[in-house]
């Protein structure tokens, strides 16, 4: 089964960017669809982009244009570089597989978006 260790989260003022990163344990990451989720207080959890092992990707319209993922095979990791970031982008930003490997997530990564 895939471990999986997000980082790279922080305190950002709006307009700002952040680099999140995702590691993977296994030696199966490449064939694995992955995506990026977020969840903010008092919200479900979303999806907001994805990328294939192709490097096809899909994005949730509310951070088209804004967000871009990537993903490094040889790394096994996963990146989401989060640009032009709003107060409605804090959360926090977990990577997982996609379909889900059962319940398995990660510790997440928290990204506030303030002034």
């Known amino acids: 089964q895939v471990r999986l260790v997000e980082s790279g989260g922080g305190l950002v003022q709006p307009g700002g960017s952040l680099r999140l990163s995702c590691v993977a344990s296994?030696?199966?990451?490449?064939?694995?669809?992955m995506g990026w989720y977020r969840q903010a207080p008092g919200k479900q959890r979303e999806l907001v982009a994805r990328?294939?092992?192709?490097?096809?990707?899909i994005y949730a319209d509310s951070v088209k244009g804004r967000f871009t993922i990537t993903r490094d095979n040889a790394r096994n990791t996963v990146y989401l570089q989060m640009n032009s970031l709003k107060p409605e982008d804090t959360a926090v930003y977990y990577c997982n597989t996609i379909p889900l490997q059962g319940s398995y997530w990660g510790q997440g990564t928290q990204v506030a978006v303030s002034s």
């Open positions: 990328i294939t092992s192709g490097g096809s990707t």
């Open positions: 296994g030696n199966i990451f490449s064939a694995y669809t």
